[in-house]
């Protein structure tokens, strides 16, 4: 889900996105890739991220990056939520924002 500002219809801010995440148990993303850096906070439950050639484990309140282009999953061991912000809103204003699933 996408954060809004509720007076414009666009993004919280002119240069951050921020979206919320919910994880089911049993989940796991398809990887993607995107040209904005996605700084994630795990705001319930637990799981695990491969991104690039790492997995790293996250726990409530972990916070954790994953760099521009670095392809990424995630798989939450039971239910769990994820907030991220990134810079797409000002990539995509300078023409530079791609996404890869």
Known sequence: MQHVNPATGGY???TIAAFLQLLPSG?????????????????????AS???????????RDVFVVPSWQ???????????LFSFSDRPAQKALGLWREQF
Do not use: K, N, Q
Not at 50 to 60: A, C, F, K, P
């Open 50 to 60: 491969r991104i690039g050639d790492e997995t790293l484990t996250w726990g409530r």
């Open 12 to 14: 919280p801010m002119p």
């Open 27 to 47: 989940f796991e993303s398809a990887p993607y890739r995107s040209t904005d850096a996605t700084i994630f906070c795990v705001a319930e439950g637990r799981g």
């Open 71 to 81: 392809p990424a999953t995630h798989a939450p061991d039971g239910d769990a939520v």
